[in-house]
Structure formats: structure tokens, C-alpha cells
């Protein structure tokens, strides 16, 4: 049920120089696949003028309770000879058991071809270092809970959400609606405690 599992807490970086060629790790902790490319694209978008932006991820898909929950892995190469840089950069990653993870080395080539063997070496230390600048969690399966009330009830729900210590946005427009990410084995009796407290008045999405 709703497993821990390993990540990263927040986005790094690590560069470092190999006979000219700078390269530079990004990693960053991710919820989804489509989170995952978007975080890759951006990085590209970023570097463009770079000689090979390189991508690994390893992402939790599917739902557990449903059909058990599975890891999309992915790489690419990018352009270096293969199996030179995407493999490498995940296989640090599956190493390290992270999950919900994903990396992009930008390389600036500096003008020495470094072989196979120094294209491995060096994808996978930028993905090491990057890792460990910014350490390792161990993280709970999360869900989104979106509660929309009347301002009578959004001081109650306000005080639960604190007590709690979640993570969430709140939005007064009309109706008060609060984003909250909630672990998901303690999706449904945070879900009970909201009705409760509100004596069912809340809308729960």
C-alpha cells in the first residue's frame, strides 16, 4: 500500500570540465512522466547552444490500488555514440533506487573526442554529483485533494490543513479553494476528516 520510495528533494546542479568539454548535470524530483519531459524540454530550451543535452528519467506510473504500480524508464543518447550518455546517466539513477527522478547532462564539447569509455564516465558523474548536491528522501506516493468552501467553513479547513502540516495553495475568489498534496495512504480519512468538519458542505475533487 502506497510504498515509500527514494528521490530527490529538490532541483541541482553539478559542472565540471573533462579535456574541454564542460559538462553540466540538472537533476530534479518529479511527479509524472509528462512532468518528467517538460523539466527535459525546458532544460533543452535552455541550452540550446549546447552540443548534446542528455535525458534519463525514472518515473512511478500507473495506480497502485488498480493495476499495481509500474516505473517508466527512459534515456536518449542525443546525438553521442550509443549507449555513450542516456544509459549511463540512468544507470546511476537505478543504482541509487531513485525514483520519480529525472536528470539532463548538458555537454559543451571542447574540442577532444574523450572515447566510449570517458563518455560514460563522464555522463555518469554529472549525474552522481548532481545527486549528491542535493542528497536523497525518501518520499510517500502523493495525491492532489482540491476542497472548494464557503469562507464560513475556510477558517476550519484552513486550521486542519496546518495541524497537518500539508502542503497546499489557497485561493479566495467567490468560494475559498485549497490545492492540497496529501500522502495518498492518508488520502481517505483526510478526505472523512474535511466532510466531517464541515458537516459535508465542502466539495472534495
Given at each position: ?146 476542497i472548494t468552501v464557503a469562507y464560513d467553513d475556510s477558517g476550519t479547513v484552513r486550521s486542519i490543513l496546518e495541524s ?42
Amino acid at each position: 500500500m502506497s510504498r515509500a520510495y527514494r528521490t530527490v528533494p529538490e532541483p541541482a546542479t553539478a559542472e565540471f570540465v573533462v579535456q574541454g568539454s564542460e559538462f553540466i548535470g540538472h537533476v530534479r524530483p518529479v511527479e509524472s512522466v509528462d512532468a518528467a519531459e517538460t523539466f527535459v524540454d525546458a532544460v533543452r530550451e535552455e541550452y540550446a547552444d549546447a552540443t548534446h543535452n542528455v535525458p534519463a528519467y525514472r518515473v512511478r506510473a500507473g495506480d497502485e490500488e488498480t493495476d499495481g504500480h509500474f516505473l517508466r524508464e527512459y534515456s536518449s543518447d542525443d546525438g553521442e555514440p550509443s549507449g555513450s550518455a542516456g544509459k549511463p546517466a540512468l544507470n546511476v539513477l537505478a543504482q541509487q533506487d531513485l525514483e520519480n527522478c529525472a536528470v539532463v547532462v548538458t555537454r559543451y564539447y571542447g574540442g577532444t573526442n574523450l572515447g566510449v569509455g570517458g563518455l560514460v564516465r563522464a555522463y555518469s558523474r554529472a549525474v552522481k554529483e548532481a545527486v549528491e548536491a542535493t542528497g536523497i528522501v525518501e518520499e510517500r506516493p502523493h495525491e492532489r485533494v482540491v476542497i472548494t468552501v464557503a469562507y464560513d467553513d475556510s477558517g476550519t479547513v484552513r486550521s486542519i490543513l496546518e495541524s497537518e502540516g500539508y502542503e497546499f495553495e489557497a485561493d479566495y475568489e467567490a468560494t475559498v479553494s485549497f490545492d492540497v498534496r496529501v500522502p495518498r495512504a492518508e488520502g481517505e480519512a483526510f478526505r472523512d476528516r474535511i466532510r466531517s468538519a464541515t458537516s459535508g458542505r465542502a466539495d472534495l475533487a
